[in-house]
C-alpha cells in the first residue's frame, strides 16, 4: 500500500521517474503502447514541477485494493509541489496558455493521456494533481465501489519498509476502512502493520471492535500497532469506529456552519493492539452525502482545517490527501493518511477546465 516516491529536483529525476513508472507498468501487464501513454504523463509531470516550483515529488502505487476494483490494476500518479500555484487554474488547463513562456501543453496532455485526471492548485499553496490511468484504452470501466478511497503512505527518511499499513473494501452500499500504526519504524513495524491489514482483508464489513478483536489476536506475535476501524453504511448513511491507540480520525462535513465545515473529531482509546487494551468501545456518526472522513497516523500534524483550502473538500480524496500530507507530514514518523468520500457523491474525474474551475480553484 505505499507509494514509490520519486523526487523531483533536477532535470535528471525526470528521466529516473520515467524509468520507474516504465518497469512498474511492465510488471502491470501494460501494453507497450499504454506503457508509453504513462511514461509521457509522468515526464509531463515531473517537468512541470521543475519548470514552475522547482522541487516536488511524485508519489506512484497500483490501484487494486477496493473489493469492486478493475480486473487489471491501474497505476496512480500523485504530482505534489509547494510552488506559487496557479492564479486561473481554468485558463491553465488550455492548451497554448503559459507562464514560462513554453508551449503550455503539460497539463493538457496529462488530463488527455489520463483515465482519471484531477488536480488542486490555489495561489501561494502549491499544486497537487492525480492521474490514473488503464493498461488499455479499451479498458472496462469498472464498477464504482461505495466509497471512493484516496491515501497517502510513506516511511520515516532513511527507511524503505513503512510501519503504517492501510486496507479498504466496498461493496455496494457497505465499506470499511482500517489503518494500522506498528510500534516504532522499520521492518518489525511493518510487520506488525502488516498483520492487521491481512486481518482487515480477512474480515472486512465485521463491527469495527470485532475487527479490533481478531486484529488483538493476530498482533500477539508482533511488537504490536494503533489500530483505527471504520464501517460505512450508504443507506442509512451511518459511520460506526473504533480506534486504540494514536490513530486521529475525524469526519469533515463541509459548509455546514455558516459556510465553514463542521469537524467532528472520533476518539480512538488508550491500548496497543496485540499486546495490551481494555474493551473496545464504538462510536457513531452520521454519513450524509459530501461527507469526508479522514484517518491518519501520528506522523501528521492535527492542526489541519480543510476550510483553509476552499474547494479542496470537493477533489478525488487522494488529493486531499496529497494536500495535507504535504503540509502537516512532521517528519519523523512513518506518514499515513487516509480520506474517503460516499463515491455516488463524488465529484467525478473532470474533464473539462471549466469543471475543475467550478469548485472553488479560481481565486
Not at 524503505?160 to 457497505?174: I, Q
Request: proline share 6%.
Amino acid at each position: 500500500m505505499m507509494q514509490i516516491r520519486a523526487l523531483i529536483q533536477e532535470a535528471s529525476h525526470v528521466a529516473e521517474a520515467r524509468r520507474t513508472v516504465t518497469e512498474l507498468a511492465i510488471r502491470c501487464g501494460f501494453g507497450e503502447v499504454a506503457t508509453g501513454r504513462l511514461a509521457i504523463a509522468v515526464s509531463e509531470a515531473a517537468t512541470n514541477i521543475l519548470k514552475h516550483a522547482r522541487e516536488g515529488e511524485l508519489l506512484i502505487r497500483t490501484l487494486q485494493e477496493e473489493v469492486t476494483g478493475p480486473a487489471a490494476p491501474q497505476v496512480e500518479v500523485i504530482a505534489i509541489d509547494r510552488g506559487p500555484g496557479m492564479a486561473d487554474l481554468g485558463a491553465s488547463l488550455h492548451d497554448g496558455f503559459s507562464t514560462t513562456g513554453t508551449a503550455g501543453t503539460g497539463l493538457g496532455a496529462m488530463r488527455r493521456l489520463a483515465t482519471a485526471f484531477d488536480i488542486y492548485s490555489a495561489p501561494g499553496k502549491g499544486t497537487v494533481l492525480r492521474m490514473a490511468l488503464c493498461p488499455s484504452d479499451r479498458a472496462a470501466a469498472p464498477e464504482l465501489p461505495a466509497l471512493a478511497v484516496g491515501a497517502v503512505c510513506q516511511p520515516i527518511a532513511g527507511e524503505t519498509e513503512c510501519g503504517d499499513g492501510w486496507h479498504a473494501s466496498s461493496a455496494r452500499a457497505l465499506s470499511s476502512l482500517v489503518l494500522a500504526d506498528g510500534l516504532g519504524h522499520g521492518p518489525d513495524a511493518a510487520r506488525a502493520a502488516d498483520a492487521a491489514r491481512r486481518v482487515a482483508a480477512a474480515h472486512a464489513f465485521v463491527a469495527p471492535a470485532v475487527l479490533i478483536g481478531h486484529a488483538h489476536a493476530a498482533l500477539r506475535a508482533t511488537r504490536g500497532a494503533a489500530v483505527a476501524a471504520a464501517r460505512i453504511e450508504t443507506e442509512p448513511g451511518t459511520l460506526r469506529f473504533a480506534g486504540i491507540g494514536n490513530i486521529a480520525a475525524c469526519v469533515y462535513y463541509p459548509g455546514t456552519l455558516g459556510g465553514r465545515g463542521n469537524r467532528r473529531q472520533l476518539i480512538s482509546h488508550n491500548g496497543i493492539v496485540g499486546y495490551a487494551m481494555r474493551k473496545v468501545a464504538e462510536v457513531e456518526a452520521p454519513w450524509p452525502p459530501d461527507t469526508l472522513l479522514v484517518l491518519h497516523s501520528d506522523g501528521l500534524g492535527t492542526h489541519w482545517d480543510l476550510d483553509d483550502y476552499p474547494g479542496l473538500h470537493a477533489r478525488h480524496p487522494a488529493i486531499v490527501a496529497a494536500v495535507l500530507y504535504r503540509d502537516f507530514s512532521r517528519g519523523r514518523d512513518d506518514v499515513t493518511v487516509i480520506v474517503c468520500r460516499r463515491n455516488s457523491e463524488c465529484t467525478p474525474p473532470a474533464t473539462r477546465a471549466d469543471d475543475l474551475a467550478s469548485h472553488g480553484e479560481r481565486p
